[in-house]
């Protein structure tokens, strides 16, 4: 189970580490106030670019990069805006460990692309990242202020304290008349985005805001439930040495149906491309095989073997949108099932064909587990977002738990899903 769990956690790792920008939908406001739309390279940056990649058509080869000088504004839609600003931030590290008593306190100005993390009509709240996280806020069209947050150390450096300044200054745009209970949230706020997004929204008012890029409490977005239906094709080989005629026959692929129903569960943010999903599948499967020897006697003799296996398979796996169209999605993944077992037919037939006939017939033979885990790939598209076509196969599981014999399943699988939305 250990080997299983760590190779499908690897597996999950590797759709990570091939995450790149991909071209998604979205448009730009040039410094001229003209709106293009089209298709901006789009990667969930985590540290905020300098320059962008827009097309007009997906499908293009011929590409323009804005500056952070050539544009005032672009927005991902459904997912992040990004402003063009001039601003001054602070530049001391808010990290412990390279907090001293003789650092000082610099500042860097430039003109910067700042994430849009709630705006509104008295308050904007903006992010900024490079080697910390920094926070912006404006009053209307107000100057861009960042809210600060520093780290500072004693003469001997064994204490290291916080400013929290940025509290003070959300307490003046909060200015007289707000709630107790507000006070208290900017009283002990934390210097996050979930923090800041949640106050400043309550200062603008819920119904006079729009918040941007999956920002605040919400890290998930809405659960998707979908039921699904296909066919499998499966097959299975026995290796090893168990004392068994059942190694070495020729096996037969059958075509099975299936039925499954699940969540999806969306990431937002940086994790914007990434689905995790949660399934419970039912199948039945039917394995046959045969083959033609000869006895010790040397007469023919044919022998045939069946397995019924019915199961109940929960799975958890995660999937990468790697291409993005208006209309289709296509993703590749790995995952992992549970799969619960039970076999009706367990059966190996002998008939030597002498005469007569010797028929000898024998049931359970080999022992199998009712609980067995599997890994397997999956591929596919999402289609108008109701519907979705995928392909996925077995690349590891083992139905039995012999020292030197196994019986390894091999499943391939064409779903379609519905969405209900």
Do not use: C
């Not at 979908?226 to 290796?239: H, Q, R």
């Not at 077995?394 to 399943?409: N, Q």
Request: avoid cysteine; charge should be positive.
């Amino acid at each position: 189970m250990k080997f299983f769990l760590t190779l499908t956690f690897s597996l999950f790792s590797s759709l990570l580490l091939f995450s790149q920008e991909r071209r998604q939908r979205g448009f730009v406001i040039t410094n001229e106030g003209d709106t293009l739309k089209g298709w901006i390279n789009y990667g969930n940056w985590k540290i905020n670019p300098s320059r962008i990649v827009y097309r007009s058509d997906s499908g293009s080869t011929a590409a323009t990069q804005y500056a952070v000088s050539e544009i005032r504004y672009f927005e991902i839609t459904g997912a992040d805006a990004y402003r063009s600003a001039l601003v001054t931030r602070d530049m001391r590290s808010v990290n412990p460990l390279e907090i001293t008593a003789q650092a000082k306190d610099t500042t860097l100005t430039a003109a910067v692309f700042l994430r849009v993390l709630v705006s509104g009509k008295k308050l904007t709240l903006y992010e900024f990242t490079d080697f910390k996280n920094h926070y912006f806020i404006q009053r209307g069209t107000d100057s861009v202020e960042e809210l600060l947050y520093k780290l500072y150390a004693n003469a001997d450096e064994s204490i290291i304290s916080e400013w929290n300044n940025y509290r003070d200054q959300l307490r003046e745009y909060a200015g007289e008349g707000h709630s107790s209970s507000l006070d208290k949230e900017i009283e002990y706020a934390k210097y996050d985005e979930t923090k800041l997004v949640k106050i400043v929204s309550e200062l603008n008012g819920r119904n006079n805001l729009a918040v941007y890029g999956g920002s605040g409490a919400k890290s998930w977005k809405k659960p998707q439930f979908f039921v699904s239906a296909g066919a499998a094709l499966s097959t299975i080989s026995f290796t090893g040495d168990n004392g068994v005629s059942e190694v070495g026959m020729n096996y037969k692929q059958f075509i099975s149906p299936l039925l499954s129903i699940g969540v999806d569960l969306l990431t937002s943010r940086n994790f914007n491309d990434f689905t995790f999903r949660l399934e419970i599948g039912l199948s039945q499967k039917n394995y046959e095989g045969d083959r033609q020897t000869k006895d010790f006697y040397g007469n023919p003799t044919s022998q045939k073997y069946s397995l019924k296996q019915s199961s109940i398979s929960p799975s958890l796996s995660g999937m990468y949108n790697f291409r993005r169209t208006k209309k289709t999605r296509y993703f590749a993944g790995a995952g992992m099932s549970f799969n619960f077992s039970s076999y009706s037919t367990n059966r190996f037939v002998q008939t030597i064909h002498t005469t007569p006939e010797q028929i000898s017939i024998a049931d359970g033979q080999i022992g199998f587990e009712k609980f067995w885990p599997s890994v397997f790939l999956r591929a596919g598209a999402r289609l108008n977002q109701k519907f979705e076509i995928d392909a996925a196969g077995d690349i590891l599981g083992s139905i039995t738990s012999y020292v030197y014999f196994k019986a390894t399943p091999r499943n391939y699988s064409l779903k379609l899903t519905y969405f209900f939305l």
